[in-house]
C-alpha cells in the first residue's frame, strides 16, 4: 500500500497517491502505528490539494491526523487540523458534510476536555443541536454521552447518569454494540464519581469483555482503569460500600498501562501514573507511589494536559502529608 502510493507520487498521478496515501494512513492508525499514520495523513493531504478533492475527503483526511495528533499529545497540531476539519464543513446542508461537522465537533470538544472545559462544552453543545436536527438515532445517542460526561466532569452526576442512560437506550435498540460498550464505559465513570461502586463496577463488567470483543483498545483502557479505582477508591469515598466480588485494581492497571504503551496513548499513561501512584500510597508503597506518580507529571507536563497535571501533583501533595512532609505536600498542592 505504501510502496503503491509513493510510486504514483513519483509518477505525478495524485488521484491515485491520494488514494493509496488514504488507505495507508488508516491502516497505520488502526494498528496504532502513530508516526506512520501522521506521515501517511500529510501525504494524503498534499495530494488533496493537487487535486482539489472533495470537500468531504480533505475533512475526513483532517479528522484523521488531527486524531493521531491527539493520541501522540500534539494539542496544537490536533487543534488546527480539527478547526480546518470545522471551516471546511461550514454550512452545507449535506448530510455526509453535517455528519463530518458533528464529529469535528465532537472531536474538537474531547481535545479541550483536556485544557478548558468551557470550550468543551460550547463545542459539546453545538454538536448536540447538530445531532438533534440530523434526526439520526446513534449520532444523538453519541451527543447525549459526551455531554454527560461533560455534566460529570462539572460535578453533577446525576445529570451525567441521565444522560448516559438516554444514550445507552438508543444504542441498545439499535442492537449497536460498541455503542453499548462506550455508553456502559461512561455510566462506570459516572457511578465512581458518584459513590456508587457496586453499580460502578457492574458496568465495567459489562463493558470491558465487549471492547476486548471488538478489538477496541482505547475504550479498554479506559474502563480498565475505572474498574481499578472502583476497588481502591476508599482513600476518596470514605463511606462508599465496596464491591462484593474481589477486584484487583494492581491487576486491572497493570494492563491498561501496557495498552497505553502499546498504543501509543500518552494521556492515558499519565491517567494511569495517578491513578498506580494513588493505589500504591493508600497501600503503603511509598517509594513506587513517588517513583509513579512523578512520571506521570513529567508525561502530562510533556503533552500540556492539564487535568493530568494537577492529578498527579494532587496525588504527590497527599503522599508527602503520608509521608509527614506537609511543606511539600502544601507546595505541591498550591501548584496544582
Known amino acids: 500500500m505504501v510502496q ?10 495524485d488521484g491515485r497517491a491520494l488514494h493509496y496515501f488514504t488507505r495507508a494512513a488508516e491502516n497505520a492508525h488502526s494498528v496504532y502505528a502513530n508516526d506512520e499514520a ?53 454550512s452545507s446542508g449535506k448530510r455526509d458534510v453535517e455528519h463530518l461537522k458533528w464529529r ?9 476536555t483536556s485544557r478548558d472545559y468551557q470550550l468543551a462544552h460550547h463545542c459539546f453543545a453545538d454538536a448536540l443541536e447538530l445531532a438533534h436536527r440530523m ?41 449497536d454494540r460498541r455503542g ?13 464519581l458518584g459513590g456508587d461502586l457496586i453499580a460502578c463496577v457492574g458496568y465495567y463488567d459489562r463493558a470491558i469483555p465487549l471492547f476486548r470483543e471488538l478489538g477496541y483498545l482505547p475504550s479498554l483502557v479506559s474502563s480498565l482503569t475505572g474498574r481499578g479505582h472502583a ?27 501496557r495498552i497505553a504503551r502499546e498504543i501509543g496513548s500518552l494521556a492515558d499513561e499519565a491517567w494511569l501514573a495517578w491513578s498506580l501512584g494513588r493505589m500504591h500510597t493508600v497501600q ?27 492529578g498527579n501533583r494532587c496525588a504527590l501533595g497527599v503522599l508527602f502529608l503520608e509521608l509527614l512532609a506537609p511543606q511539600k505536600a502544601r507546595r505541591v498542592l498550591d501548584a496544582a
Open 135 to 175: 434526526g439520526d438515532p446513534e449520532v444523538l445517542a453519541g451527543s447525549l454521552n459526551w455531554m454527560g460526561n461533560w455534566y460529570l466532569n462539572q460535578e453533577t452526576p446525576r445529570a451525567a447518569t441521565k444522560h448516559h442512560g438516554e444514550a445507552l437506550e438508543i444504542f441498545e435498540k439499535a442492537g
Open 180 to 192: 453499548i460498550a462506550a455508553t456502559l464505559d461512561l455510566l462506570g465513570i459516572a457511578s465512581l
Open 104 to 112: 469535528a465537533l465532537i472531536d474538537l470538544g474531547r481535545l479541550w
Open 231 to 257: 476497588r481502591g477508591a476508599t482513600f476518596t469515598s470514605l463511606t462508599a460500600i465496596s464491591p462484593a466480588r474481589p477486584i484487583s485494581p494492581r491487576r486491572d492497571f497493570e494492563e491498561a498501562i
Open 38 to 90: 501522521f506521515t501517511h495523513y500529510t501525504r494524503a493531504l498534499e495530494a488533496a490539494k493537487r487535486v482539489s478533492a472533495s470537500a468531504e475527503s480533505v475533512i475526513g483526511l483532517c479528522l484523521g491526523r488531527g486524531r493521531v495528533c491527539q493520541t501522540l499529545g500534539d494539542f496544537e497540531g490536533a487543534l488546527a487540523d480539527y478547526d480546518s476539519a470545522l471551516q471546511l464543513a461550514g
Open 4 to 13: 503503491l502510493a509513493h510510486h504514483h507520487d513519483k509518477a505525478g498521478d
Open 284 to 310: 503503603g508503597r511509598y517509594g513506587q507511589a513517588l517513583e509513579v506518580i512523578e512520571q506521570g507529571h513529567d508525561i502530562a507536563a510533556e503533552i500540556g494536559h492539564r487535568e493530568w497535571i494537577v
